[in-house]
């Protein structure tokens, strides 16, 4: 079965448990539609590839929509913050319920990793030019970075950026320091790991 199967099916079997029996990451629910949905654009920027000048503007909105939803996949990995609902005394036995929740978040991270790796190795071919595609992907990696900063420090959406762009703007330079930054390259060694990762397991299988 082909990845992109793998993950549309999982993606669909996890949004029906989170809507159907999820009673307490009720977070979950909106941020695994977030996570997908770049897959999906990913899957479909080939198609708006510009064959013709007057093609390029459709191709510019369409990126840039996609550049500015791609970090929602990234943020999964943030949630997992929220296991701290829960105790997990050994002491006191077996929670059956603890480790229902923390099956189905860690799921749901794997399932967003697994998006954005699919994506990165679909970006590996988007030009004929692979020097660019992989400056492409660094580039992602550190937009997903910032935009989880963005998102999880500042409580700032990714729409604000079109109702009120020059706030925003100044409000994430002037948020920019030390810890911010090491924040942001921490994720992108931690993409580049999962990337490198990705692609020993791709050589293994066609070796």
């Not at 030019?129 to 900063?149: A, H, R």
């Amino acid at each position: 079965m082909k990845a992109r199967y793998i993950a549309r099916i999982t993606f669909v079997l996890l949004m029906i448990i989170s809507i159907c029996f999820n009673s307490v990451f009720k977070f979950l629910t909106l941020n695994l539609f977030l996570a997908y949905i770049p897959f999906e654009l990913c899957l479909l920027l080939k198609l708006f590839k510009p064959k013709r000048n007057i093609e390029w503007p459709l191709f510019i909105i369409f990126m840039l929509v996609f550049l500015f939803m791609v970090p929602n996949t990234l943020y999964m990995v943030t949630d997992l913050i929220h296991l701290k609902q829960f105790n997990f005394n050994f002491y006191q036995g077996l929670e059956i319920q603890e480790w229902v929740y923390f099956t189905f978040l860690i799921i749901s991270v794997l399932l967003a990793l697994y998006l954005l790796t699919i994506m990165y190795l679909e970006l590996e071919h988007f030009t004929h030019n692979l020097l660019m595609n992989k400056l492409l992907i660094l580039v992602i990696m550190f937009l997903n970075g910032l935009g989880i900063f963005i998102g999880r420090f500042l409580r700032l959406h990714s729409v604000y950026l079109i109702n009120e762009p020059l706030p925003i703007i100044q409000k994430v330079l002037t948020s920019l320091n030390f810890e911010s930054i090491s924040f942001i390259l921490l994720l992108v060694i931690l993409q580049i790991i999962i990337y490198a990762f990705a692609k020993g397991v791709r050589s293994v299988n066609e070796s």
